[in-house]
């Protein structure tokens, strides 16, 4: 049962353009959704986070769009760079640990390449 | 300050044989956990410690234990290896920013069983 969904397996986009990234969620208890950057080789980093309570982010070239209603998020780079070019997995929490921490869900990853 | 560390970066094992990977961070934050990654599959909770002296399980911890040895250290031990188990393991850590976690990850061990 995937709760976090990535159907897009990758995405090329122009440097310079906009890169739209989308993720679909079932589990209507998430309240916390966020995106990671995965070079090759390396762990992934956090790129930008979003809760429920609000329905836009923006960090830079970086702006994360939820729509609840439709269960649905978008992460939206503007303009691309090639640098950009990496695996991006979008991430749901719905429980936080007692002690601390939460547990994310993890979609399946978009390999975004972005061409000159 | 290195952040989230794990060795070792690569491991070959044979089945049935038995490995403990390795996880610090030198960042004080009190959880820390344990991923799994496969092709397609994205990364998957294995086990997490949401604070030192707690361990609990996470979506896929069939095959494997941990240990908290302290507060920077959690370790992933694999008991009798099976080919299933070839994956990219990462550790990760988290720290509250407001009233949310934000989860640090370390570069991963890539491990394969023959």
């Known amino acids: 049962d995937q709760q976090v969904k990535q159907n897009s397996p990758s995405l090329s986009v122009q440097e310079g353009r906009i890169s739209i990234l989308n993720c679909d969620y079932t589990?209507?208890?998430?309240?916390?959704f966020l995106w990671y950057k995965k070079y090759p080789a390396e762990g992934p980093t956090f790129l930008i986070s979003i809760s429920s309570i609000k329905d836009k982010n923006e960090d830079g070239r970086f702006t994360v769009f939820l729509n609840k209603s439709a269960k649905h998020l978008s992460l939206h780079i503007v303009p691309s760079q090639p640098g950009d070019s990496a695996v991006y997995f979008c991430?749901?929490?719905?429980?936080?640990?007692?002690?601390?921490?939460?547990?994310?869900?993890f979609g399946t990853g978009t390999q975004l390449k972005v061409e000159l | 300050n290195a952040g989230v560390t794990q060795t070792p970066k690569f491991q070959v094992l044979k089945t049935g044989q038995s490995m403990t990977l390795q996880c610090a961070q030198d960042m004080n934050h009190n959880s820390m956990y344990w991923y799994r990654q496969d092709p397609g599959m994205g990364l998957r909770l294995i086990y997490y410690?949401?604070?030192?002296?707690?361990?609990d399980k996470g979506e896929v911890p069939n095959g494997y234990n941990v240990s908290r040895l302290n507060k920077r250290e959690f370790s992933l031990r694999l008991e009798s290896a099976a080919p299933s188990q070839t994956s990219v393991y990462f550790c990760a850590s988290s720290v509250v920013t407001g009233a949310y976690y934000e989860q640090y990850f370390g570069p991963g061990t890539r491990l394969t069983v023959t």
């Open positions: 991430a749901a929490s719905a429980q936080k640990l007692t002690g601390g921490g939460n547990k994310l869900t």
């Open positions: 589990n209507s208890m998430f309240d916390y």
């Open positions: 410690s949401a604070s030192e002296g707690t361990t």
